[in-house]
């Protein structure tokens, strides 16, 4: 396997390379005997792609997310990682709240950003 793979591409095929996927984007590729690598950085873009023989690898916080599932599974949490996956299923999708404009409410650049993201919520599980 040779050379990481980054960036926005079209049109194109990969084949036998490490394929970064954090904040790339790939429409319309090809990918053979890839190893697709995600460590939990801005989502990427795969629109249209075509995989064949590839492996998928998960790092760094991608990783450490699907550690703590696992581990919340076989602790007990099983219920809830189930219905996590049942959202997941239905196509969970990450949102953003709308900011409220700085000028109208004096909030500052950095208040902005210190917004959570919700991706779904679960509901609370008889325990």
Request: aromatic content about 12%; overall charge positive.
């Amino acid at each position: 396997m040779t050379g990481d793979i980054k960036g926005k591409f079209k049109d194109q095929s990969f084949f036998d390379k490490n394929i970064a996927l954090d904040g790339s984007a790939f429409v319309n590729c090809v990918f053979s005997k890839c190893t697709m690598v995600y460590s939990g950085g801005e989502v990427p873009v795969l629109s249209g792609c075509r995989f064949s023989d590839c492996g998928w690898q998960f790092g760094n916080e991608a990783a450490n997310t699907i550690a703590f599932l696992s581990g919340m599974y076989r602790g007990g949490f099983d219920s809830l990682i189930e219905s996590t996956f049942h959202e997941i299923r239905r196509g969970a999708m990450i949102s953003r709240p709308v900011p409220p404009e700085p000028a109208k409410t004096g909030a500052s650049a950095a208040a902005r950003f210190l917004k959570p993201l919700r991706i779904f919520q679960i509901p609370k599980q008889d325990q």
